[in-house]
């Protein structure tokens, strides 16, 4: 009977023997690869923590014991040492998430998948332990590429201030976010790794200096006294110490026992640790091993034995965005390109290939990426910051204050926008297009096909006198969806053909082929529509409040919050030019959204074509009804 099928829960591993342990690791792996290959998912960082989690969950007593995952794309192992084995739906409708969840375990405390915070929900745990006067103990797991940012350093410089407030925190360090770490902590990180270190030297030392006669023991204890020096000289750990915090490693992440005895030692210790674990990202799995790009950080559905994909896509909106910046970077010698760690998932390789030294990764660190974009602005470049649409989120003030405030020429190129699905709350970029409405001078274009795309990031790094937005999808772009109009810089996609028509749809992005499907609802039913698309979505363009005054009703839809969004912008816009015409908007109500594939998702909000022109039919024959009665009935003064 298999080790693994025995565990369910972190006491079970109580009883285990060594050799069991490293069964079970071989086990853990194999099952992983074989259930990750079915459903995709993140891969190579959760080979690579195996023995790392077994001994967490050895040393420290979870639940009571609170063991934190930064991000969380690593936490699978920590799933099945706390009784979820079933992965067959992993990140799917009614399965486990991809991430820690709350509602799945006790053991899950945090699930907030975006990097660098653990360390600061780490230091809010302990303090309150301390003010409550509990006896728990609190492990914050961070990976070497999330202590680029700067989030992360923020809590370290807190929790180091109280030398007496027990806080574990490991790093685990496999020198890799997506791509191989880089920067300043990367290649400190690197000299720890290469070291042979201060306690190993002085041990080998130690016999020799204790049998030299009269001098070997006191220069013994002399050196052991001038241990910063020391330290520095050998093993420059340096950079915690002075921050206050004790270190302890470079330890090796794949041997359970040195594992479990540094734990041990840390959490004996009283104080705050760094206990720092070498690990190899997609370990045990020759594939992910031999994928130097990622280490197959995240696959789709693969072969368990090639690692190659079961099944190939059409072009996808990334690649699209990917191709066009290698040709505006070989017209334009200004064009520069930012990326926050993710140099591949969001298309930029190709660029970087092409132009080593016109691309720069500034590691998980949003903030830095925007304010430095503005200073290359400034500076006579135009940058492209190519970033998820969740986690530009995190660069608001930013985007306001550094280079919307300066007039800076930065284009933000948004990718996953909208509804993504399958890596739950966190992921969807549902908050873009309502955060950025209040960024004075910014523009946000909205590509609703392929050569939208290509044409709208064109347009966009023209502008140098303010911010620029353009935002995207996931996954494969459909086929074109080819204007038969242009009023003003709307593209009309669809006319009426009535002299007053009903409806004036007003499509946003990616949903263009939803918005005509829904007009074609409309229609079977007599009710004459207007399709627009326009294509920048702030501001709202002049052309749009006239066309609407000559439809009856105006109809937003948008992948992106209804609070604050597109449809809210428009509305304005028809107020402030005095058009008094009803208006409904459609897109993500504001509310978290559980993890499920996007078509189901959408579904569960309602944003479909048969449930939109469901709801504008009851609207118009609503409005039908309303001009009968004031036609037979006298006016009121």
């Given at each position: 009977?298999?080790?693994l099928?025995?565990?369910?829960?972190?006491?079970?591993?109580?009883?285990?023997?060594?050799?069991?342990?490293?069964?079970?690791?071989?086990?853990?792996?194999?099952?992983?690869?074989?259930?990750?290959?079915?459903?995709?998912?993140?891969?190579?960082?959760?080979?690579?923590?195996?023995?790392?989690?077994?001994a967490?969950?050895?040393?420290f007593?979870?639940?009571?014991?609170?063991?934190?995952?930064?991000?969380?794309?690593?936490?699978?192992?920590?799933?099945?040492?706390?009784?979820?084995?079933?992965?067959?739906?992993?990140?799917?409708?009614?399965?486990?998430?991809?991430?820690?969840?709350?509602?799945?375990?006790?053991?899950?405390?945090?699930?907030n998948?975006?990097?660098?915070?653990?360390?600061?929900?780490?230091?809010g745990?302990?303090?309150?332990n301390?003010?409550?006067?509990?006896?728990?103990?609190?492990?914050?797991?961070?990976?070497?590429?999330?202590?680029?940012?700067?989030?992360?350093?923020e809590?370290?410089?807190?929790?180091?201030?109280?030398?007496?407030?027990?806080?574990?925190?490991?790093?685990?360090?496999?020198?890799?976010?997506?791509?191989?770490?880089?920067?300043?902590?990367?290649?400190?990180?690197?000299?720890?790794?290469?070291?042979?270190?201060?306690?190993?030297?002085?041990?080998?030392?130690?016999?020799?200096?204790?049998?030299t006669?009269?001098?070997?023991?006191?220069?013994?204890?002399t050196?052991h006294?001038?241990k910063?020096?020391?330290?520095?000289?050998?093993?420059?750990?340096?950079?915690?110490?002075?921050?206050?915090?004790?270190?302890?490693?470079?330890?090796?992440?794949?041997?359970?026992?040195?594992?479990?005895?540094?734990l041990?030692?840390?959490?004996?210790?009283?104080?705050?640790?760094?206990v720092?674990?070498?690990?190899?990202?997609?370990?045990?799995?020759?594939?992910?091993?031999?994928?130097?790009?990622?280490?197959?950080?995240?696959?789709?559905?693969?072969?368990?034995?090639?690692?190659?994909?079961?099944?190939?896509?059409?072009?996808?909106?990334?690649?699209?965005?990917?191709?066009?910046?290698?040709?505006?970077?070989?017209?334009?010698?200004?064009?520069?390109?930012?990326?926050?760690?993710?140099?591949?998932?969001?298309?930029?390789?190709?660029?970087?290939?092409?132009?080593?030294?016109?691309?720069?990764?500034?590691?998980?660190?949003?903030?830095?990426?925007?304010?430095?974009?503005?200073?290359?602005a400034?500076?006579?470049?135009?940058?492209?910051?190519?970033?998820?649409?969740?986690?530009?989120?995190?660069?608001?003030?930013?985007?306001?204050?550094?280079?919307?405030?300066?007039?800076?020429?930065?284009?933000?190129?948004?990718?996953?926008?909208?509804?993504?699905?399958?890596?739950?709350?966190?992921?969807?970029?549902?908050?873009?297009?309502?955060i950025?409405?209040?960024?004075?001078?910014?523009?946000?274009?909205?590509?609703r096909?392929?050569?939208?795309?290509?044409?709208?990031?064109?347009?966009?790094?023209?502008?140098?006198?303010?911010?620029?937005?353009?935002?995207?999808?996931k996954?494969?772009?459909?086929?074109?969806?080819?204007?038969?109009?242009?009023?003003?810089?709307?593209?009309?996609?669809?006319?009426?053909?009535?002299?007053?028509?009903?409806?004036?749809?007003?499509?946003?992005?990616?949903?263009?082929?939803?918005?005509?499907?829904?007009?074609?609802?409309?229609?079977?039913?007599g009710?004459?529509?207007?399709?627009?698309?326009p294509?920048?979505?702030?501001?709202?363009?002049?052309?749009?409040?006239?066309?609407?005054?000559?439809?009856?009703?105006?109809?937003?839809?948008?992948?992106?919050?209804?609070?604050?969004?597109?449809?809210?912008?428009?509305?304005?816009?028809?107020?402030?030019?005095?058009?008094?015409?009803p208006?409904?908007?459609?897109?993500?109500?504001?509310?978290?959204?559980?993890?499920?594939?996007?078509?189901?998702?959408?579904?569960?909000?309602?944003?479909?074509?048969?449930?939109?022109?469901?709801?504008?039919?009851?609207?118009?024959a609503?409005?039908g009804g309303?001009?009968?009665?004031?036609?037979?009935?006298?006016?009121?003064?």
């Amino acid at each position: 009977m298999p080790l693994l099928t025995r565990i369910r829960g972190p006491r079970d591993l109580d009883r285990l023997s060594p050799e069991q342990l490293d069964q079970l690791a071989a086990e853990i792996r194999t099952f992983l690869v074989d259930a990750v290959s079915k459903t995709g998912g993140h891969l190579g960082p959760n080979l690579g923590v195996v023995e790392l989690t077994i001994a967490l969950h050895r040393v420290f007593e979870s639940p009571k014991d609170k063991v934190l995952w930064d991000t969380g794309h690593q936490s699978y192992v920590h799933k099945l040492l706390t009784g979820r084995q079933d992965f067959a739906k992993l990140k799917m409708k009614g399965g486990l998430s991809g991430y820690p969840a709350r509602a799945e375990s006790e053991h899950d405390f945090i699930e907030n998948s975006h990097a660098s915070t653990v360390l600061g929900w780490a230091d809010g745990l302990a303090k309150a332990n301390e003010v409550l006067k509990k006896d728990d103990h609190v492990v914050a797991v961070i990976g070497d590429g999330a202590l680029t940012g700067g989030m992360a350093w923020e809590a370290l410089n807190n929790i180091a201030a109280a030398k007496d407030r027990p806080l574990v925190i490991v790093v685990n360090d496999n020198e890799r976010s997506y791509a191989p770490t880089i920067g300043g902590l990367a290649n400190h990180l690197a000299t720890l790794r290469t070291t042979d270190g201060y306690e190993r030297f002085l041990a080998k030392g130690k016999d020799l200096l204790e049998r030299t006669p009269v001098v070997g023991k006191p220069l013994y204890e002399t050196l052991h006294g001038a241990k910063k020096g020391l330290k520095d000289f050998i093993a420059p750990q340096g950079m915690f110490e002075d921050l206050g915090l004790k270190y302890v490693g470079p330890i090796d992440g794949h041997d359970i026992e040195a594992l479990e005895s540094a734990l041990t030692r840390a959490k004996r210790f009283g104080g705050p640790v760094i206990v720092h674990c070498l690990t190899e990202k997609g370990r045990g799995y020759q594939p992910a091993l031999a994928d130097e790009a990622d280490r197959f950080h995240a696959v789709g559905k693969i072969h368990p034995d090639t690692g190659l994909p079961v099944s190939t896509s059409g072009l996808d909106w990334t690649s699209v965005f990917g191709e066009e910046m290698v040709k505006l970077g070989k017209e334009r010698a200004d064009i520069v390109a930012i990326t926050a760690a993710m140099l591949q998932p969001v298309g930029l390789d190709k660029f970087a290939k092409a132009f080593p030294e016109r691309v720069y990764d500034v590691g998980i660190a949003e903030q830095h990426a925007a304010v430095s974009a503005a200073g290359l602005a400034t500076g006579g470049l135009h940058p492209v910051f190519a970033v998820y649409a969740t986690f530009l989120n995190r660069a608001f003030d930013q985007v306001l204050m550094d280079v919307a405030l300066h007039k800076c020429g930065v284009t933000f190129v948004l990718d996953r926008a909208g509804v993504t699905g399958t890596d739950g709350a966190s992921h969807n970029g549902m908050w873009d297009m309502s955060i950025l409405q209040v960024v004075p001078d910014l523009r946000i274009a909205a590509p609703r096909d392929a050569d939208q795309v290509r044409a709208q990031l064109r347009e966009a790094v023209e502008v140098e006198d303010a911010p620029t937005v353009v935002r995207f999808s996931k996954g494969a772009v459909g086929p074109a969806v080819q204007a038969v109009g242009r009023i003003g810089g709307m593209d009309v996609l669809r006319e009426s053909g009535a002299d007053r028509p009903d409806v004036l749809l007003v499509s946003v992005g990616a949903l263009a082929p939803m918005c005509l499907e829904i007009a074609d609802l409309l229609d079977a039913q007599g009710i004459s529509t207007t399709v627009v698309d326009p294509r920048w979505v702030k501001p709202v363009d002049e052309a749009l409040a006239p066309l609407a005054e000559t439809h009856r009703v105006v109809v937003t839809v948008e992948d992106n919050s209804r609070v604050g969004g597109v449809g809210s912008a428009i509305a304005q816009a028809l107020r402030d030019a005095g058009v008094d015409v009803p208006l409904r908007d459609f897109g993500i109500p504001p509310r978290f959204l559980d993890h499920a594939s996007r078509k189901e998702v959408m579904a569960e909000i309602g944003l479909t074509a048969p449930d939109i022109a469901r709801q504008v039919t009851g609207l118009v024959a609503k409005l039908g009804g309303l001009e009968s009665e004031s036609a037979v009935e006298p006016a009121r003064d």
